[in-house]
T-cell receptor, first 108, second 108 residues
Framework: RKEVEQDPGPFNVPEGATVAFNCTYS??????FFWYRQDCRKEPKLLMS???SGNEDGRFTAQLNRASQYISLLIRDSKLSDSATYLC?????????FGQGTELSVKP | NAGVTQTPKFQVLKTGQSMTLQCAQD?????MSWYRQDPGMGLRLIHY???????DQGEVPNGYNVSRSTTEDFPLRLLSAAPSQTSVYFC???????FGDGTRLSIL
């Protein structure tokens, strides 16, 4: 079992839709949590950090549930430009551990 | 700002050859790391460094060496290239991590 697991998708949604990504991690000693975005095998870019209190950045909302070891990302009013792979990332003992990524395709 | 600079961007090697992938950052980050990304596998940590003179192994260190003589530079050496090392290699620095553009490496 991988330490960070995501549904690989692809998620195909129309413009304007709300889409939710889920991620689970297996090690309760994990310290920090992030969502990254990756376009077409280019370099990953930080989308947002994730906190237990939840945090929002425009159309994006991230949530962490430490008890369930579960991380989520919600994208509202999706745009064509949101099409990418979304990577769930956990930091533990000096190492970043990446999930496989969830592919999102937003269609007109 | 240059951020994280990787060279070369593309490279083709023959089995058994050695080479060094270069990585430099100008953000004075202590933490640097190398990842490889293969189709369907996500990013996997090869080696990382928490500061000059300190390196440690990640998930897939075999066949690779690193050194960190300065804060700015973190080269990755392939000792004897094998076809299984064909991949996209990303260098990253800081926490959260900022990634370079990647090196696309093919080994024949």
């Amino acid at each position: 079992r991988k330490e960070v697991e995501q549904d690989p998708g692809p998620f195909n949604v129309p413009e304007g839709a709300t889409v939710a990504f889920n991620c689970t991690y297996s090690n309760s000693a994990s310290q920090s949590f992030f969502w990254y975005r990756q376009d077409c095998r280019k370099e990953p870019k930080l989308l947002m950090s994730v906190y237990s209190s939840g945090n929002e950045d425009g159309r994006f909302t991230a949530q962490l549930n430490r008890a369930s070891q579960y991380i989520s990302l919600l994208i509202r009013d999706s745009k064509l430009s949101d099409s990418a792979t979304y990577l769930c990332v956990v930091f533990r003992k000096g190492k970043l551990i990446f999930g496989q990524g969830t592919e999102l395709s937003v269609k007109p | 700002n240059a951020g994280v600079t990787q060279t070369p961007k593309f490279q083709v090697l023959k089995t058994g050859q050695s080479m060094t992938l270069q990585c430099a950052q100008d953000m004075n980050h202590e933490y640097m790391s190398w990842y490889r990304q293969d189709p369907g596998m996500g990013l996997r940590l090869i080696h990382y460094s928490v500061g000059a003179g300190i390196t440690d192994q990640g998930e897939v260190p075999n066949g690779y060496n690193v050194s960190r003589s300065t804060t700015e530079d973190f080269p990755l050496r392939l000792l004897s290239a094998a076809p299984s090392q064909t991949s996209v290699y990303f260098c990253a620095s800081g926490q959260p991590q900022h990634f370079g553009d990647g090196t696309r490496l093919s080994i024949l």
